[in-house]
């Protein structure tokens, strides 16, 4: 019997299992609860949820196993490390709540979940005291039981999903996976774009000589194939805001993919915005975008909104949220600085 396991960039496992030629009839749910070692109830829900397929078609949980056939599974993962998770009363902007799910804003500096050299004061640990008494009971989790289905960087604003149910849990995570949640980003770039409209498509991984950041590898030699649209919506001269449409989510997909292309997040320390990158060599402009600079000190990115379906219900949901003050403050800089050159006073570098 082969059997591979593949991790995406989000919350979730893939595994494939062959079965054995001298394999006996087996209901699938009871085959997957010896294999993976979960209970008959997590199976059920992970089947039902359409995330088991056999010969790449949608099964029940009663379809009976034959030598052969290759199934197909995407699991959620769940935060799970050794250390006990802290509660930690620690403010969450809650956008919607209900009895599967959570929609948040996430502020910029914030981690995720804890990790080495943040093992305290993380989304997380907000959650554990969020939730209280309350905390979700989700398998699959033996210690920490906080359902973050998906991740945004550290210095990254904006909106995130929270699973509170096994169902929410398996469901959400299903979509990610097949890629039908919408998730828009706005992101301030360095340079004038040349087209109003693109698509940056190609393979991206983790740099070997500098693991802390993510490369695009051009002839897919490495890493996973990673898909950004991008629409602009404000021409700042030598800055460029723009939208974005994830149909995959690599690590820093956004950053890396605009860095490769010659257009790096404005103020994005690790992929080198952090330096004047398009403009002029006039003092005064450096001085002034030095200023931008202490207004919007971390990469210009906000994950503006997100769209799913409601697992429990199949509503279409939809949330958005406005740019936080510091990448605001940075684009009023810019505009301001575009309206005195077109105004074409002398004093402006």
């Known amino acids: 019997m082969v059997e591979k396991d593949k991790k995406t960039d989000e919350f979730v496992d893939f595994a494939e299992i062959k079965v054995d030629g001298k394999q006996s009839p087996l209901r699938i749910d009871k085959f997957l609860n010896i294999r993976l070692q979960l209970s008959r109830n997590r199976i059920q829900e992970v089947i039902k949820a359409g995330n088991v397929t056999v010969n790449d078609q949608v099964v029940k949980a009663n379809h009976k196993i034959k030598p052969g056939e290759l199934i197909k ?3 959620p993962r769940f935060y799970d490390e050794t250390l006990p998770l802290l509660p930690e009363e620690i403010p969450l902007d809650i956008r919607y709540e209900d009895d599967h799910l959570l929609v948040l804003h ?9 990790g080495v050299g943040n093992w305290t004061g ?48 398996t469901h959400l995570a299903k979509q990610f ?47 996973k194939w990673a898909v950004t649209h991008y629409e602009v919506v404000e021409r700042l001269y030598y800055t460029t805001l723009v939208k974005c449409k994830l149909e995959t989510g690599r690590t820093h997909q956004i950053r890396v993919h605009f860095q490769h292309e010659g257009h790096p997040l404005f103020s994005d320390k690790l992929y080198g915005g952090d330096k004047i990158v398009k403009g002029t060599v006039y003092s005064k402009y450096k001085q002034y975008v030095e200023k931008i600079f202490k207004v919007l000190p971390r990469q210009g990115l906000h994950a503006k909104s997100i769209g799913f379906t409601h697992p429990a219900t199949g509503e279409r949901m939809f949330f958005e949220s406005d740019l936080p003050a510091d990448m605001g403050g940075a684009l009023d800089m810019w505009r301001a600085y575009v309206a005195q050159r077109k105004a074409g006073k002398k004093n402006m570098p």
């Open 73 to 75: 599974v995407s699991l």
């Open 106 to 114: 996430k502020p910029n500096g914030l981690v995720v979940h804890p």
């Open 122 to 169: 993380t989304l997380a640990n907000a959650l554990a005291f969020h939730f209280g008494e309350g905390l979700p009971v989700l398998e699959g989790n033996s210690h920490n039981r906080i359902g973050l289905v998906h991740r945004i960087d550290k210095d990254t604003s904006g909106l995130m999903v929270v699973a509170k149910s096994d169902l929410a849990m």
């Open 177 to 223: 996976f097949d890629h039908t949640i919408d998730r828009t980003y706005y992101a301030l770039v360095w340079g004038d774009l040349d087209d109003d409209k693109g698509t940056i498509s190609n393979h991206v991984g983790r740099d070997d000589r500098q693991p802390r950041i993510n490369r695009v590898y051009p002839e897919g030699e490495s890493g």
